[in-house]
């Protein structure tokens, strides 16, 4: 089997990890907190969701760690703008604002631990 549908079936549950994050934001998280401060709190829940998803599906990510980071934000970013554009329909615009790290989005933090965090966990694992 080629290594990448293993990384890919791991991004996935991540994927939908991130999706249910989202769904508690909305639910929970923004009734207590407030929308200002529920979506940074998601923000670093879900860089931990995926440091955590990392860590427990190491065994099963194949090729270099480096690639495999990569794969993901790839992977991430088509999935957001797919997603959000086609069948959310958000504009251009509104999906950029994922980047506004000053409006309080940490999706560029979870980027770049979906970025580092398989080569983290490789270093983790043969310390």
């Not at 931990?48 to 993901?72: D, E, H, K, M, S």
């Not at 088509?78 to 997603?83: N, Q, W």
């Not at 604002?97 to 000053?102: G, I, M, W």
Request: charged share 10%.
């Amino acid at each position: 089997m080629n290594p990448y549908w293993n990384n890919a079936a791991v991004w996935l549950l991540i994927a939908v990890l991130a999706v249910l994050n989202g769904f508690l934001r909305e639910a929970i998280l923004q009734p207590l907190l407030g929308a200002r401060l529920a979506l940074p709190v998601s923000g670093v829940a879900l860089a931990l969701i995926v440091l955590i998803v990392t860590f427990v599906c190491f065994r099963w990510l194949a090729g270099p760690y480096w690639l495999i980071g990569i794969q993901w934000v790839v992977m991430t970013l088509l999935f957001e703008f797919g997603f959000g554009h086609y069948v959310a329909g958000k504009s251009w615009p509104e999906l950029l604002q994922t980047f506004n790290v000053l409006r309080g989005d940490l999706f560029v933090l979870v980027l770049l631990v979906s970025l580092i965090a398989p080569r983290l966990v490789a270093w983790l694992y043969t310390r």
